[in-house]
């Protein structure tokens, strides 16, 4: 896909016009928040943002919905309209909040012309997440022709099926739990557990959507409330840690040809503070480094606390051996 990050500044045009076998004329807007935004860089004559977060603290995030997701119909008569390759854009660029965006993306129908995607190896059948500042959280989705739009209440948005079915899905998993069993008798017999979280025995492993939506429910559910911005960065990388998918262990055929399905980058935002955070699969860790030929020439007797290490940093060996 080539992703590439890229910033949009306040001003920016946003074409918002409808397809071309309507012959209608070209519209556009201009944008009233700056943006930062992640594209597919093999898409011809735009960039059709799948990521990113605005000046104001709306974040957007794209999943893929392939199976289920329907386009809405634009007809000529049709005041408001934007195909869903500058869906991203018109979003980032025209709303600063989730209230905003609840209220105006109704009055837009979201089109689809395939001629319009040249270069994309994959349809954009998407359904979007969007969070701001508060805290408040909406998916919007596109089924059956209509725009649908749900309160994120579980905070977490994988790909198919729709959103709906993930919440209903995560029933089937009432007894998973933040607490285990410690012991039970069994034939008069004390029989203690031999480790913490047993109570997430049935927590899905797999890598398929609705699993990952289960297990980042869950975990996200019993996790320790962060204190502030650093322990909520921190969280959310535990977190995603847990639905990354490692290259090679998902795959599938078409003929010949494998298809591997893998993180390929990872994105954490704080709204609060307008940081944003990337890593793509060759950096995903950011582990301290030590040469262990250097410590063990040094001859010395040394001891270091682990939570005081000086991270992040590549090669911390010099630091050590002073």
């Known amino acids: 896909m080539k992703w590439n990050l890229i910033a949009i500044p306040e001003g920016t045009a946003i074409d918002v016009g409808a397809p071309s076998n309507l012959k209608l004329p070209e519209k556009k807007l201009s944008s009233k928040y700056a943006f930062v935004g992640i594209a597919p860089g093999v898409l011809e004559g735009t960039s059709a943002f799948l990521e ?15 199976g289920f997701t329907e386009f809405q119909t634009v007809t000529a008569q049709d005041k408001n309209h934007v195909s869903i390759l500058n869906f991203g854009r018109l ?14 993306i109704p009055k837009y129908k979201v ?12 349809q954009p059948w998407l359904h ?12 919007i989705e596109f089924v059956k ?17 729709t959103y709906d079915w993930h919440l209903l899905n995560v029933r089937n998993y009432l007894s998973l739990s933040d607490k285990g069993t410690t012991s039970v008798m069994v034939n008069g017999t004390n ?10 025995i049935g927590l899905p492993a797999d890598y398929t959507p609705p699993s990952r939506f289960v297990r980042a429910t869950y975990l996200n559910q019993f996790s320790t409330t962060p204190k502030g911005s650093s322990d909520g960065t921190q ?63 040094s001859n010395k007797s040394m001891s270091w606390p682990v939570n005081a ?3 992040p940093n590549n090669d911390m060996t010099s630091e050590l051996i002073k």
Do not use: C
């Open 191 to 200: 029989v203690t557990q031999i480790g913490q979280g047993g109570g997430l």
């Open 145 to 161: 022709g209509e725009m649908v739009i749900h309160n994120n209440q579980a905070n977490v948005l994988t790909n198919s099926p």
């Open 309 to 311: 290490l000086p991270y």
């Open 128 to 139: 979007f997440v969007f969070t701001d500042r508060s805290g408040e959280s909406i998916v």
């Open 91 to 104: 979003t980032l660029g025209m709303f600063g909040s989730v209230k905003e965006l609840r209220t105006g």
């Open 235 to 297: 969280l959310m990388a535990h977190l995603l840690n847990n639905v990354d998918i490692p290259h090679g262990v998902a795959k599938s055929f078409d003929g010949k040809e494998t298809i591997i399905d893998y993180t390929q980058w990872v994105v954490i935002k704080d709204l609060t503070h307008n940081q944003l955070r990337i890593a793509d699969y060759a950096h995903r860790t950011n582990f301290v480094q030590i040469d262990l030929n250097r410590i063990f020439q």
């Open 111 to 122: 089109w689809y012309d395939p001629s319009e995607a040249k270069g994309l190896p994959a």
């Open 52 to 66: 990113g977060q605005n000046e104001a603290g709306l974040g957007m995030s794209g999943n893929f919905l392939p």
